[in-house]
């Protein structure tokens, strides 16, 4: 606890920023959850049939895994990209099944005697709905919005993926690290809102079944509400950061969070320009889909994984050719590829040292003999990609005892060190090969193109900031194999702060 306390008093300034936006993210989606929910509460109340189909609409929408629907969303045109539209309407998704259902079961319980006395009465439908089912039916409302606030607080997490914020930025960021500290960091406070969420509207709903509101009262809250998630969304949605900012994002390992922190810090360093930071991203295709976007400035790619992952090509195994033939496709979407940063970030087939020595394991070649017994692990992206595990086994023949399991790729070191799989595919400057007591095999046949990390950016920031292509310049070739795994065990064994080892490796290259 004590390292959990003193990490929020390091970033406190951050940690308020961060959970500002996770509390408007779960405010302006619940809303609009009401604000939808509600109405439709209402109609499959009073028309069974209409219900049905509602209900169902709904059920159907929960059963969506929540990064798959962000997958879906992302490339939409308005409602999808990187920020918080695509959050929010993920989130609003999620929060509607709970509003409908409290609704329809609070409108359906309402003691029939009460509403045959308001027909007795002369009362219309609409007059019954104001005047005597809504009032008496608000108790159960607020209920179905304590449950969606309470998913919401915890869903919101996963916002950090495509760049919205949120506390999910410390759960992911952690992750990557493999840094119990910086995941809690994240966690505790989002459960700490759910339960003062989940409090507070327990407290107004008995409140409310004490001393039911009057009709004119629900009418004023509920256009009052309207009014909140309207303004909020508009704000949410569109309003962009004043003057000149250039967005610098990277993908979702200790590495690209990194370079990402470099590149900014070099813009930064520059002047004349802000830069909003959208780090920790779902991985190459969500950066790169920002990157056309106009969503985000810069990012650092890979060659190998430009060509083969991004445009689907064969690449060329010389550095050179490889280079020029991703410089050519981004180009073609006004997009330019800046020189190298120096190093090549090439996958390594890794197994535990004990296994290389018994087994007598030197190259991906001698898997073969072992193969049959082995586990394989690798990362979502691997399994994938055309580079990755369908071409790395038929490259060299392999045939693995079971189906390889899928994991965060800032996991499977863990998974390997601790036999949960047999083999992985990390990335040779990490620094966790050497702390995990892992063995890179030699890749005798060349299957793997090379990865020289290079950055992308928008010709029309290039144009508009002059100040970005100077950073850039003072990053090319500065950067070596080693001094890039001294920069990433600085992060994932030493648990250092990102920013800071940025900012003391950027002063050594002014020296």
Request: without cysteine.
């Amino acid at each position: 606890m004590t390292a959990l306390f003193s990490f929020w008093a390091a970033h406190a300034g951050e940690l308020a920023l961060l959970t500002r936006q996770h509390l408007l993210l779960v405010f302006v989606s619940t809303l609009a959850a009401v604000v939808i929910g509600v109405p439709a509460g209402i109609l499959a109340a009073r028309r069974p049939g209409v219900g049905r189909a509602v209900l169902l609409t709904a059920n159907a929408l929960q059963t969506v895994p929540s990064l798959a629907l962000l997958g879906f969303l992302l490339p939409l045109p308005v409602v999808g990209g990187l920020g918080p539209r695509t959050a929010l309407i993920t989130l609003s998704i999620y929060a509607l099944l709970p509003v409908i259902r409290m609704t329809v079961t609070g409108i359906r319980t309402v003691d029939p005697a009460v509403v045959d006395a308001g027909v007795a009465m002369g009362m219309t439908d609409r007059q019954l709905l104001r005047l005597v089912q809504l009032p008496l039916a608000l108790p159960s409302i607020v209920s179905g919005i304590r449950v969606a606030t309470v998913i919401g607080v915890g869903t919101t997490t996963i916002a950090a993926a495509v760049g919205a914020g949120g506390l999910g930025e410390y759960i992911f960021r952690g992750l990557s690290m493999v840094d119990t500290t910086t995941i809690l960091a994240g966690a505790v406070p989002a459960a700490g809102l759910a339960l003062a969420a989940d409090g507070l509207l327990a407290l107004l709903e008995a409140h409310l079944r004490r001393a039911p509101v009057t009709s004119r009262a629900a009418g004023r809250i509920a256009m009052g509400l309207a009014a909140v998630v309207v303004l909020a969304t508009a704000v949410s949605l569109f309003a962009r950061p004043a003057g000149d900012v250039v967005v610098v994002g990277s993908k979702n390992f200790t590495e690209q969070v990194i370079l990402g922190e470099l590149v900014a810090q070099a813009i930064e360093a520059e002047g004349g320009v802000r830069v909003e930071r959208k780090l920790n991203l779902g991985g190459t295709f969500v950066a790169d889909r920002g990157l056309r976007a106009g969503e985000l400035d810069v990012y650092v790619e890979y060659t190998g994984t430009a060509v083969t992952a991004v445009f689907h090509e064969a690449v060329p195994h010389d550095p050179a050719q490889a280079f020029e033939r991703a410089r050519v496709r981004y180009a073609e979407h006004g997009l330019t590829v800046r020189p190298s940063l120096g190093f090549n970030n090439t996958f390594a087939i890794l197994v535990r040292s004990d296994d290389a020595q018994a087994l007598g394991l030197r190259t991906v070649d001698d898997l073969r003999r072992v193969s049959d017994r082995f586990t394989p692990g690798f990362g979502y992206e691997f399994l994938q990609r055309d580079d990755g595990y369908a071409g790395l086994t038929t490259a060299y023949g392999l045939t693995f005892a079971h189906p390889p399991r899928g994991m965060d790729l800032s996991l499977i070191y863990q998974a390997l060190s601790e036999r949960q799989v047999d083999i992985i595919a990390g990335d040779a400057t990490s620094a966790l090969i050497d702390a995990f007591h892992l063995t890179a095999l030699d890749d005798t046949r060349h299957y793997f193109p090379p990865y020289d990390a290079v950055p992308v950016v928008r010709a029309a920031t290039l144009l508009r900031y002059p100040a970005v292509g100077r950073a850039l310049d003072r990053l090319a070739g500065r950067m070596s194999d080693a001094q890039m795994r001294a920069l990433n065990a600085a992060v994932d064994v030493r648990h250092e702060d990102v920013a800071t080892v940025a900012r003391i490796f950027l002063s050594t290259l002014r020296r």
